[in-house]
């Protein structure tokens, strides 16, 4: 089935680099979500986005959606120890209403 | 507390047993889902209910029943537990499928020995 790509797999940064994610798809996506999940935590909604080409910010966090959907990534500017984690996109797999397929998310790990 | 709540924390148990996992949220979503999420934090989708209706069986053995008595809560048994059930399981809830956020309980650690 359909499922987006999610690269890097693993990312370790020191404090107050830059950290990207990146999620592909084959197909055209009619939204994507982020999730970020704490070591030892549960997922946690971070955002949806639904246009084209839609740029959100949250802080140090800029979500992308690219102008085709088939692409998104996460940009987190001047990285803390707090942004530990594992990163993961979702979609919708292919338009069912009840189905969130995840990406296999990225580890970020920060080193103060 | 709005929440989606879950429990057992942790369960440990031997090959062959049969357990449950109970959870409820209490945010009036309509959708509920079981999510595995295994040793590599791979999250895979289990099962989707909508209004006490199952709606997504992801290709799951038959020996995970979920049960969802009414749209609050669902429940999900397990028989004869195998080495490779071990795992984190994960109660999620939304309000309507999954255009909208999902909300995550905070995980059921399974270990069979």
């Known amino acids: 089935g359909q499922q987006v790509m999610q690269i890097p797999q693993y990312q370790h940064v020191q404090e107050g680099e830059d950290f990207t994610t990146y999620c592909n798809s084959s197909t055209t996506l009619s939204n994507i979500q982020w999730y970020k999940q704490r070591p030892g935590g549960h997922p946690v909604f971070l955002i949806q986005?639904?246009?084209?080409?839609e740029v959100k910010k949250q802080k140090r966090l800029t979500f992308q959606f690219g102008e085709a959907k088939k692409n998104s990534s996460l940009h987190i500017t001047a990285t803390q120890t707090t942004d530990v984690g594992t990163y993961f996109c979702?979609?919708?797999?292919?338009?069912?209403?009840?189905?969130?397929?995840f990406g296999k998310g990225t580890l970020l790990t920060v080193n103060p | 507390d709005t929440a989606v709540s879950q429990t057992p924390k942790y369960l440990v148990t031997q090959m062959g047993n049969d357990k449950s996992i109970k959870c409820e949220q209490n945010?009036?979503?309509?959708?509920m889902y079981w999510y595995k999420q295994d040793s590599k934090k791979f999250l895979k989708i289990m099962f989707s209910?909508?209004?006490?209706?199952?709606?997504i069986n992801e290709t799951v053995p038959n020996r995970f029943s979920p049960k969802s008595p009414d749209k609050a809560h669902l429940n999900l048994h397990i028989n004869s537990l195998e080495l490779g059930d071990s795992a984190v399981y994960f109660c999620a809830s939304s309000q309507q499928g999954v255009s909208s956020p999902l909300h995550f309980g905070n995980g059921t650690r399974l270990t069979v020995t």
């Open positions: 209910y909508n209004n006490k209706e199952l709606i």
């Open positions: 979702a979609e919708d797999s292919g338009g069912s209403n009840y189905k969130l397929t």
């Open positions: 945010l009036g979503h309509d959708t």
């Open positions: 986005l639904v246009k084209s080409g």
